[in-house]
């Protein structure tokens, strides 16, 4: 990380400040999905802002497979008097359309990536792979609204271990899931602002590698991030994808002209951008939590 804010210079902490724009985006699909729940609102953008970059924290720098940050997120929305069930089926519905935008912000790049000609067998590989999940964001829709998963879950767990308090919960999260999932136009906006801030992050790419002497064009920025997270995704078990994303880069970096040690230092600008949003957003929810304790 040293070597590449060397090369790079000072300019490269301008990724801090930017990458407000991906949890503004983020906070106010979020905001979009609450608001039924939360009209006054107790839960302010601010918040939610706040909400969501410790999400990225936690699932960025812990190892919790990516869904830790998802379930803290539900804890810190319980201490604005928000319910259970309402907040757990809004971070539900947001992680089923981070699903979809994510295949379309895929689909973008590979579209981007045929038209260089032959891509190569790391192309073919990822198209395939694309294809053949291409139903699953349709089909977990499907079964979150129509299927009663977790009333099916609850009454399982609640023979199993004799608690009825599973089943009840779950029924409601059911309910809430049904009725965000039916809100057809409050899907599409927070689908544009995902897609918006998904797409964000190519200038990331752009920047880094325009700082360190060599820059590209805005589609292959696209190109690189949308491959990218398409690894990142498929690997999501990966603790913070160490490795995938260094793979992803060098892969189809080399496909761009990019040379291997200039998308590992694009990789690790992404990781020091990680690191320095995230740390102090995972040290603030702790001080707050230790707050909470020390008043109990």
């Known amino acids: 990380m040293v070597q590449t804010l060397a090369l790079a210079g000072s300019g490269l902490l301008w990724l801090i400040p930017y990458r407000g724009v991906y949890f503004l985006l983020y906070a106010l699909g979020w905001r979009e999905l ?58 539900i519905v947001e992680i089923l359309v981070t699903l979809a935008v994510l295949y ?21 590989r990822l198209l395939i792979t694309f294809l053949f999940t291409l139903p699953a964001p349709a089909v977990i829709a499907w079964l979150l609204r129509y299927g009663s998963l977790f009333s099916r879950l609850g009454r399982f767990l609640s023979a199993l271990v004799g608690v009825n308090a599973l089943s009840a919960s779950a029924t409601a999260l059911d309910h809430e899931l049904r009725a965000c999932l039916g809100r057809g136009s409050s ?9 918006v801030a998904v797409s964000s992050a190519a200038l990331e790419i752009w920047w880094v590698l325009r700082l360190c002497g060599h820059p590209v064009s805005i589609s292959a920025a696209l190109i690189l991030e949308s491959m990218t997270q398409a690894m990142r995704h498929l690997a999501f078990i990966v603790p913070a994808g ?14 761009l002209g990019i040379s291997g040690e200039m998308a590992l230092a694009v990789s690790m600008a992404k990781r020091l951008r990680e690191v320095l949003c995230g740390l102090p957003a995972l040290i603030s929810w702790q001080w707050l939590e230790a707050r909470r304790l020390r008043a109990a």
Do not use: C, K, N
Not at 65 to 81: E, N, Q
């Open 34 to 91: 609450l608001r039924p729940y939360d009209p006054s609102p107790h839960a302010s953008l601010g918040y939610l802002f706040w909400v969501t970059s410790v999400r990225e924290g936690i699932d960025r720098l812990l190892p919790v497979a990516s869904v830790g940050g998802s379930v803290a997120a539900v804890r810190l929305m319980r201490w604005r008097g928000l319910g259970a069930a309402p907040v757990s089926a809004t971070v």
């Open 104 to 124: 379309a912000f895929t689909a973008l790049g590979l579209l981007l990536l045929f038209h260089l000609g032959d891509p190569g067998q790391g192309y073919r």
């Open 187 to 195: 899907l599409v906006t927070v689908g544009v602002l995902q897609f």
């Open 242 to 255: 160490l490795g995938v994303q260094e793979a992803g880069l060098v892969l189809f970096g080399h496909l």
